[in-house]
């Protein structure tokens, strides 16, 4: 990603990030306000979507999850097989840093979660709601908060929470899967030979792309699978050249023109459709059940201690350097920001669950919502007074 595309990224990642936080707030005004049945009908509303042999029901919150979060996926893999190719990912020699610290933000909060779900009233299936974290959230709040702060800490949070979405990715696809049908998994995997054979095609028209990606999505639904897995895999098919000689390549071309898509009207729809706590939720049997308690422990403790140990590990036998200019304090900051799940940690949370069951998505809403805030406010004071101290002095 060039830097000029990487600023772009960042901008439009910050300013979704705030969105996101006043669309969060939007859905738990409106789930408890005088106008809570509106909610309530809106999301919960059955929508018919049939065209020609296929033929879908769901609700409306449920189409917003398997139809419009595959693009969010689509966009991500997009990114990630960048930075594999030619970004942060690519160096062998700056990956000990980002990939320990991310691994240990999985294990710890998975571990910390199943710790708190042993016994009588614990649910094991909830950890993977504690392995994302939310990017544009994340970014947000480190930018509001450290605007002085080196440019070495955003691409490091940038960097793990990118790790961190590939393994939410692939933890939804295998643990998430219904009962599969081989007649449609077929198909699926035919339509995956047939886009990783267009991208040989050097001008291929965007349309037969667009129709491609909807057929591998129709076939992985109806497969029983994950349909975050067919956003992946279609973004790893697209070609990173160009069309045309000195032209922008596909990859890029795609990523400019659907990430703003993805990041003002996807990504809000769904935290619209999924973050409507309500009063009812925040009882006492829910907001102190295991498995609210192990997301939001999980998130705010696992989280950092799992980063920041993993990045003290590393530096202190000596795998990677310090990120250029970064102090500890200001990497502990980033490590606690690694705790706000959110968007991904709601999308894993619910898949976890039967969506019939209401007190078990109640719970996994009161557990990341109270986890992420939670996680973005301690990062927030961190980072604010390591900004304060710079600005105080310059030579910090």
Same mark, same amino acid.
């Given at each position: 990603m060039s830097t000029r595309s990487r600023l772009a990224f960042l901008k439009t990642e910050t300013g979704a990030g =705030?969105?996101?936080?006043? /669309?969060?707030?939007?859905?738990? /005004?409106?789930?408890? #306000? +005088?106008?809570?049945?509106?909610?309530?009908?809106? %999301?919960?509303? $059955?929508i018919v979507v049939q065209f020609g042999p296929f033929s879908e029901t769901m609700t409306f919150a449920g189409w917003v999850k398997t139809a419009l979060m595959p693009v969010f996926f689509f966009v991500a893999g997009l990114q990630i097989k960048e930075e594999m190719v030619r970004g942060e990912l690519a160096n062998p020699r700056r990956l000990a840093l980002p990939l320990m610290a991310a691994a240990g933000g999985i294990l710890v909060p998975a571990l910390i979660y199943l710790a708190v779900n042993i016994g009588e009233g614990g649910v094991a299936q909830g950890w993977p709601a504690t392995a994302p974290t939310d990017i544009a959230v994340a970014l947000a709040v480190l930018t509001v908060a450290g605007p002085r702060l080196p440019s070495s800490l955003r691409v490091l949070l940038l960097t793990v929470t990118l790790v961190h979405l590939l393994a939410a990715i692939a933890l939804g696809a295998v643990l998430f899967t219904g009962d599969l049908r081989p007649g449609m998994l077929a198909g699926a995997v035919a339509t995956l030979a047939l886009l990783v054979g267009m991208s040989r095609w050097r001008t291929c028209p965007y349309v037969f792309w667009t129709l491609g990606f909807i057929l591998l999505w129709g076939f992985t639904l109806k497969a029983g699978i994950d349909t975050a897995a067919a956003g992946l895999a279609a973004a790893l098919c697209v070609p990173l050249r160009a069309k045309r000689p000195g032209g922008p390549g596909v990859l890029d071309e795609l990523i400019e023109a659907l990430h703003p898509y993805v990041a003002f009207f996807v990504l809000p729809l769904f935290v619209l459709t999924a973050a409507g706590v309500t009063l009812a939720d925040l009882r006492a049997e829910v907001a102190t059940a295991p498995v609210a308690l192990g997301i939001a422990l999980a998130l705010v403790l696992g989280k950092q201690i799992g980063v920041f140990g993993a990045l003290a590990l590393a530096i202190g036998l000596k795998l990677d350097r310090r990120p250029t200019g970064a102090h500890w304090l200001e990497l502990y900051g980033v490590a606690v920001l690694c705790? %706000?799940?959110?968007t991904m940690s709601l999308y894993l949370g619910e898949r976890a669950? +039967?969506?019939? $069951?209401? =007190?078990?998505?109640?719970? /996994?809403?009161?557990? &990341?919502?109270?986890? #992420? &805030?939670? #996680?973005? =406010?301690?990062?927030?004071? /961190?980072?604010?007074?390591?900004?304060?101290?710079?600005?105080? $002095? +310059?030579?910090a």
């Open positions: =705030l969105l996101l936080g006043l /669309v969060a707030l939007l859905a738990l /005004v409106w789930a408890n #306000s +005088p106008w809570a049945g509106g909610y309530a009908r809106l %999301i919960g509303r $059955d705790g %706000i799940g959110f669950f +039967p969506a019939t $069951d209401d =007190l078990a998505q109640a719970k /996994v809403r009161v557990g &990341v919502l109270a986890g #992420s &805030v939670a #996680s973005a =406010l301690l990062g927030w004071a /961190v980072l604010a007074w390591s900004n304060a101290r710079r600005s105080a $002095d +310059p030579r």
